[in-house]
C-alpha cells in the first residue's frame, strides 16, 4: 500500500513519538490504578506472590517452592527493592513496572533512530 498521501505520520520525530507513547502510558497506568483490587489471574497467582516471596527470601526466593515464574526474576528484584523502601503494594509494583517499561521505550527508541529505523515504528516497543 502506497502511503504517500499521509494516512499514518511516518515521518514524525523520535521526540514526537516518545510523547505520544508516553501519553499512551500514562493513560493505561492511570486505568490500571484505577482498577487496584482487581487483580487479573497471572497477577493474584504468579507474579505479586513472587514479589512478596523475593521480599521475604532474597535471592534465596527463586530456589524454593514457592517462585513460579517463566521469566527471569529480575523484575521482582526491583520491585521487592522498592517495597522494602516503601511498603509492598500492588500500586507500587504497577507503577515501578509502569517506570521501568517508559525507559525501556524511551531507551529502545533512542536505539532505534540510531541504526537508522524510522521513529514511528518505535510505537511496536510499547507492547
Known amino acids: 500500500m502506497n502511503n504517500s498521501k499521509g494516512l499514518l505520520p ?3 520525530t523520535a521526540q ?8 499512551i502510558a500514562i493513560i493505561c497506568i492511570l486505568v490500571s490504578l484505577v482498577n487496584i483490587g482487581r487483580f487479573t489471574m497471572d497477577e493474584k497467582i ?9 521480599l521475604d527470601n532474597g535471592i534465596g ?17 526491583i520491585v521487592a527493592f522498592f517495597a522494602k523502601i516503601f511498603s509492598p503494594s ?13 525507559a525501556t521505550f524511551g ?5 532505534l533512530t540510531l541504526v537508522g529505523g524510522k521513529a514511528f ?5 510499547l507492547f
Not at 16 to 23: D, I, M, R, S
Not at 46 to 54: Q, R, T, W
Not at 90 to 102: D, M
Not at 107 to 111: A, D, S
Request: aromatic share 18%.
Open 107 to 111: 531507551i529502545g527508541l533512542k536505539l
Open 121 to 125: 515504528d518505535g510505537f511496536v516497543l
Open 46 to 54: 504468579f507474579h505479586y506472590p513472587n514479589v512478596l516471596n523475593v
Open 16 to 23: 514526537k513519538v516518545f510523547w505520544a507513547g508516553t501519553g
Open 10 to 12: 511516518l515521518n514524525w
Open 90 to 102: 500492588l500500586g507500587l509494583a504497577r507503577i515501578v513496572t509502569f517506570v521501568i517499561s517508559l
Open 61 to 77: 526466593a527463586i530456589f524454593n517452592s514457592r517462585y513460579s515464574a517463566a521469566n527471569t526474576p529480575v523484575p521482582y528484584f
